[in-house]
């Protein structure tokens, strides 16, 4: 018998042998043939008995409104909830039995709470519909146990997020809790918790079974209609194109005749790419080993959760008295030549790839090391390249939909994701916001990407967009192939401009490019730049209780009259700020979406930095729920462009561009119209994040790149330029506005931070948080954001510390250099030593100094932005 700890012993202490047959190297990665069967931790699996039947096991009809491929988690849960919406003329054909390919094996784990709605949503039609809904339809036990989960935290942001998770799940009614270390003992007895900053506990997390769950979700989908048909692989899709150029999906064909269909839900997992080249439609996912091992009998672990921990990247689920332990490793080993007779069958486990889990997982469990392994499970799963499924109509064609790729994540969201891709077939979308799911999402760029990247952009990553860093002035730096890092038999990419150009930033001296980022910076004080900005969360909030969720939502007064832009924030009930964004009031009236939304009362439109658009959605869900508002929010942040253009000769630039006038008087600051510009509809704001007279302009997708051109072709003689967010974090810390997540927090209210212009205390209107706002008004800040400027010229970055008369009272929470002012500049939150008010007095009359690696420097404290701060330049002002 193999023990756990003898295994990572020998790993770590062997000579690695020739690589066997499992894991010889292709050109880019490893593949492997099925070999023999081992006992996976289910008492029942559909493998037929004496080998495959010799054909379907119910006759094909000629004709169906629907054909589902595959009967996996994803097959099984859309036939079945297309059945349950009132589609019963719907077939699921499945190559061999149900579940034979990936979903047979699956740990079948169901975590309730996600960093999503919408997979909150998801999780919990998929629990009610296990756990509840189909026992009471079918009378069948699906197998679903309520063990509970728990997710460990190693770190303090680890625990942070659990515990956004666990107030998410107050607004679904999910009970959770948040426990110490020792808190977390006494649930999971055999756990090491020394290095535990706590845990989130869910009672109501459990494990699914395979078998049990698509047996009983097709019963049921049969009982209501619907024809599933196994032993009956496809062999083709047929594919008309109609008098306009459209292809459509026509017929599925099989060796055993041809089904006539408008509409193909492709659910074959690890086969979905194969199914999709039969209609010319690409699947972007990849088929890779997964795997986890069974151990022997464990005293002491029986009705224990199942633990998740992320850092460690481990899965602990509990099977009966024994554990199945399993993960995610770095160096996954790829399935090229999938294998169309590939069923019921399991790869045989690499060990050095596996190893990481089992030195995690004794970790977290140290009985592990002593503890047998009963079996090992390593079968195919597909994975994608942002980790998130593929759903939805194919854009190559019409009638071919997509339910795949579910990153060893099919069994836990396919009631969610069923139910969705079933409502997207009927009615040709799906009930919740699926943009991250969706087949023809573009996660990685915006409309401006291609233009900008040929003009030498160097991108940052925010929020799953790449956005612009810097412009290189040396012309493009071209993008090469992804290389793996040198693994898989992959040459690593040598002479590589765009990865030496990124790898410069890597420094704490000022960067290669320091005085191309000044070149953008001073572009825009004194002439004109563009910022594309496209990557900004756009939500509208609508309905009838839209004022009154308004004015508890927002510190500022935003319902001021139509055509008004308000810079405001959102708090929690302890006063700290959620988020900074600015809230425009709309007019009533028909849709123009992607420009406004249709309504008869009260409507806003807000725009949010994209980093943060998720963490503000799930804030304004979860205050309208609580609060019981009649609201509806919806997000167009993928719907349109955004640009900037800022400097003193933005409104020389604009007029040309705009057909509206643009003068102080006709179009003030903070306010905003829908003009045309370049033949197109657009919303101009009149707003400035760097403190320059300028207008941000929000552009429906498709026509952003004919106003890019337009405003760049106006702008030559001015000389614009490209600029990016190394620009634009210069720029707004020199004129002193607030980043959120950096210098204003959760934890930071809006009176610290010195953003009290934003809040309504003088007016009566409520707002979440005022109370502790007022109170700390009342009382005096015991903290509050000070900026600091220092004469030499050394970069800062943030967590420097600042010492007043000598005394530490706090460090920065960011820093940058200001190219105008020509000094280095921070902000950070410091306290009075005593205990007292940090009053204006207090700051006069310290002296301050900051270090930095242990270097003192001498620093001046700022009560107002030393750029600026009468504001004139935001109002068109210039000496």
């Known amino acids: ?219 049921a989908a049969s009982a209501r209609g619907a024809t599933v048909i196994e032993n009956c692989p496809v062999t083709g899709i047929q594919v008309r194109t109609d008098d306009l150029g459209m292809k459509k999906v026509k017929a599925v064909e099989t060796a055993h005749g041809t089904i006539e269909t408008p509409c193909v839900v492709n659910c074959a997992g690890v086969w979905a790419t194969k199914l999709g080249d039969m209609a010319g439609v690409k699947v972007p996912l990849v088929a890779m080993h997964h795997a986890y091992v069974v151990t022997e009998r464990i005293e002491g672990i029986q009705n224990m959760p199942n633990v998740r921990d992320h850092d460690a990247s481990v899965y602990l689920r509990l099977q009966g008295d024994a554990l199945s332990v399993g993960g995610y490793e770095p160096n996954p080993i790829f399935w090229n030549d999938v294998s169309d007779k590939f069923a019921f069958s399991l790869f045989d486990l690499d060990w050095d790839v596996f190893m990481t889990h089992i030195e995690g997982a004794i970790n977290r469990v140290p009985v592990l090391e002593q503890t047998g392994i009963k079996s090992t499970v390593c079968g195919p799963e597909s994975f994608t390249a942002d980790h998130k499924p593929l759903m939805g109509e194919a854009p190559e064609v019409r009638g071919f939909f997509l339910g795949c790729g579910f990153n060893s994540a099919g069994m836990m969201l396919g009631g969610g994701c069923g139910k969705e891709l079933a409502h997207w077939v009927i009615h040709g979308r799906p009930e919740k916001d699926m943009y991250g799911y969706d087949i023809s999402r573009n996660m990685r760029k915006d409309p401006f990407h291609q233009v900008l990247t040929e003009q030498g952009c160097i991108f940052q990553e925010r929020h799953g967009w790449e956005r612009p860093g810097w412009f290189n002035k040396d012309g493009p730096a071209p993008l090469k192939d992804y290389d793996y890092y040198g693994c898989y038999d992959v040459k690593k990419n040598v002479n590589y401009k765009y990865n030496e150009l990124l790898g410069k930033e890597y420094t704490f001296d000022f960067p290669p490019h320091h005085n191309v980022i000044k070149s ?197 003689k001015h000389g614009i330029i490209n600029s990016g967010y190394r620009a634009i974090d210069s720029l707004s810390i020199e004129k002193g506005y607030r980043h959120w997540h950096a210098d204003l927090r959760p934890d930071d209210t809006p009176l610290e931070a010195g953003l009290a212009f934003t809040c309504k205390l003088k007016s009566s209107i409520p707002f979440q948080g005022r109370d502790i706002l007022e109170k700390q008004k009342e009382e005096g800040l015991k903290r509050r954001i000070v900026c600091f400027t220092i004469d030499e010229k050394v970069p800062m970055f943030g967590l420097e510390a600042v010492f007043r008369n000598g005394i530490p009272v706090g460090h920065l929470r960011r820093s940058d250099y200001g190219f105008f002012i020509d000094k280095t500049i921070g902000y950070g939150y410091i306290r009075n030593p005593t205990g007292g008010v940090v009053s204006a007095d207090f700051i006069k009359s310290g002296e301050f100094t900051l270090e930095k690696m242990g270097v003192t420097y001498k620093a001046k404290a700022h009560l107002k932005s030393p750029f600026d701060p009468e504001n004139k330049r935001v109002k068109g002002i210039y000496a």
């Open 520 to 716: 953008e910076c001073l572009s825009c004080r004194h002439d004109v730049a563009v910022f594309n900005m496209s990557y900004f969360g756009k939500f509208y909030l609508t309905g009838p209780d839209a004022k009154k969720a308004a004015d508890w939502l927002f510190t500022a007064d935003v319902n001021k009259k139509p055509g008004s832009t308000v810079y405001t924030c959102m708090l929690n009930k302890r006063g700290g700020a959620e988020a900074d964004l600015t809230v425009s009031r709309l007019e009533p009236g028909a849709s123009i979406l992607p420009l406004a939304p249709e309504s008869n009362g009260d409507a806003y439109y807000l725009a949010i930095g994209g980093g943060v658009a998720e963490h503000n959605w799930n804030h304004i869900k979860t205050v309208l729920h609580d609060q019981g508002f009649r609201c509806q929010l919806t997000d167009h942040s993928e719907d349109m462009g955004m640009i900037s253009i800022q400097g003193p000769k933005s409104r020389e630039v604009l007029q040309e561009v705009l057909d509206a006038d643009l003068s102080n008087e006709a179009f003030p600051f903070s306010t905003h119209k829908v003009v045309n510009a370049a033949g197109h509809q657009v919303r101009a704001m009149r707003l400035s994040f760097v403190g320059e007279l300028g207008w941000e302009l929000h552009i429906p997708k498709d026509a952003c790149l004919p106003v890019y051109n337009a405003v760049m072709a106006a702008g030559a």
């Open 1 to 219: 018998m193999a023990f756990l700890g003898s295994v990572v012993r020998r790993v770590a202490s062997a000579v690695r042998p020739p690589l066997p047959p499992l894991c010889r190297t292709s050109a880019r990665s490893y593949s492997s043939e099925p070999t023999k069967e081992k006992s996976v931790p289910y008492k029942k699996t559909l493998k037929q008995e004496g080998g495959a039947a010799s054909g379907p096991t119910k006759p094909l009809p000629r004709s169906a409104d629907v054909v589902v491929i595959g009967g996996g988690s994803l097959g099984c849960q859309t036939v079945y909830h297309l059945a349950k919406m009132g589609m019963t003329n719907v077939v699921l054909l499945e190559r061999d039995r149900l579940t034979a390919g990936t979903t047979w094996h699956t740990a079948g784990l169901l975590w309730q709470l996600r960093p999503s709605d919408v997979e909150v949503e998801l999780l919990g039609h998929t629990r009610n519909v296990v756990s509840k809904d189909l026992e009471e339809e079918t009378g069948l036990h699906t197998g679903w146990i309520q063990n509970g989960g728990l997710f460990i935290a190693s770190n303090k942001q680890r625990l942070d997020e659990y515990k956004r998770l666990m107030s998410l799940g107050k607004v679904y009614g999910i009970e959770s809790h948040v426990l110490s270390p020792a808190e977390t003992k006494d649930v999971y007895p055999l756990m090491n918790v020394d290095d535990l900053y706590g845990t989130l506990y869910v009672p109501t997390d459990g494990t699914m079974d395979p078998a049990g769950t698509c047996t009983t979700l097709t019963r």
